[in-house]
């Protein structure tokens, strides 16, 4: 193969776009950084086409929205494509389609989520060099082991997407460019920062204060992350979170009373934490989750188990934490697309009685009465 080009300086910038504009797909990935971040933090794109060409765009030299823009309205191939597609979005890129070999593996018989080295071992009979996966990419000059790894890894998104097509019923193709929109709208919705604490075990025994106060506190704990370009938990932990939510003290030296409760904290925000404690409720409080939760959870997640190894679909690819949420909100028919039509009878009748979890070994089984 040859050898990825580096993209770093505009004349280059402007003969990919051009060459991007031609192509009908492109196989694409990203290197990122999360740690420490609100965000995930772009250091690359990486682009390859059906012609054994790859590049790799330097966003710490150049401004890439050009970039985006040529890559919008091609076909993206792209493993375990959730974060390509939010960095790619924030820079105005938007795929005409998402074609993710993780999910199509998923529907073809594949455990979900399986790696990149395993599907590419499985089905390409190729062994990936990870060695490089946690290096600083972040640092400059690159060398050539890590533009080869990272361009690599659009070339063999490609590469594994065409070997599943070939062997997987078109049903399941359809499947899964049908999860790739999913995930593109998924991509452009809002943070929603009361659903992390929505799902904290405790939850169900919260009062209504300590809910309305876990969600104030929640959404201004999300917002000073968003400005600080922090991760939330480094704002204020999920710990601390919910004593304040549970306890409500009324006073800084009340706030002092918790032995781990940061100092420098308290005297920048604890004034802050005690008006948000103690404004009222109102009608937009969220309500406690049943407090059967995570039995329900446990149904579900068998239930899946039993469904999706009968029509060989990963179970967790057929229920993912997503979808879960919105059956445990709203029942089955909260179901969509494939979905729908595989789980949402099923788990119907297991969950008003009509059906129940057998076991053949260790293999559930849903068994109709």
């Known amino acids: 193969m040859p050898s990825p080009r580096l993209i770093d300086s505009q004349p280059e910038l402007q003969q990919l776009c051009t060459h991007v504009r031609r192509l009908a797909r492109v196989g694409l990935d990203t290197e990122f950084h999360a740690e420490r971040r609100y965000r995930p933090e772009l250091m690359l794109i990486q682009i390859a086409d059906d012609h054994g ?33 939010s960095l790619l979005g924030r820079l105005g890129g938007r795929p005409r389609a998402l074609h993710d070999p993780q999910r199509l593996a998923g529907l073809a018989g594949h455990a979900w989520p399986r790696s990149r080295a395993d599907l590419c071992r499985a089905e390409l009979g190729v062994t990936l060099d ?26 063999m998104a490609m590469a594994l997407w065409d070997a599943l097509v070939a062997r997987a019923p078109s049903e399941r193709v359809d499947w899964a460019i049908e999860d790739g929109e999913a995930v593109l709208a998924r991509a452009a919705a ?13 939850a169900p025994r919260l009062d209504e204060q ?19 370009d922090q991760p939330p938990w480094s704002i204020l ?22 032995r781990r409760m940061n100092r420098g904290k308290i005297r920048k925000y604890g004034e802050q934490w005690l008006r948000l404690i103690h404004a009222p409720p109102d009608d937009g409080t969220p309500p406690a989750p049943p407090a059967d939760r995570a039995i329900r959870e446990s149904i579900l997640t068998v239930g899946a188990h039993a469904i999706g190894r009968t029509n060989g679909v990963a179970p967790g690819l057929l229920l993912t934490e997503f979808w879960r949420e919105r059956v445990l909100h709203a029942g089955p028919s909260a179901l969509r697309g494939w979905r729908a039509a595989l789980a949402a009878d099923p788990l119907e009748a297991l969950l ?18």
């Open 237 to 258: 932990p999920d710990a601390h979170l919910l004593d304040l939510a549970r306890r409500r003290p009324s006073s800084l030296a009340a706030l002092q009373a918790h």
């Open 53 to 85: 060409g790859m590049w790799v765009a330097d966003p710490k030299a150049l401004d890439l929205r050009p970039l985006a823009a040529a890559l919008s309205g091609r076909t993206w191939v792209a493993f375990a494509a959730e974060t390509d597609v």
């Open 352 to 369: 008003e009685g009509r059906a129940t979890i057998g076991a053949a070994g260790w293999r559930p089984t849903l068994v109709t009465r």
């Open 130 to 155: 990870k060695a490089p996966a946690l290096s600083d990419w972040s640092r400059r000059p690159l060398d050539a082991i890590q533009l080869r790894y990272a361009a690599d890894d659009a070339r």
């Open 190 to 202: 809002p943070v929603d920062p009361d659903a992390r604490w929505l799902r904290m075990r405790i």
């Open 210 to 228: 300590a809910r309305a106060a876990m969600q104030r506190l929640s959404a201004w704990r999300d917002a000073e992350a968003q400005a600080a």
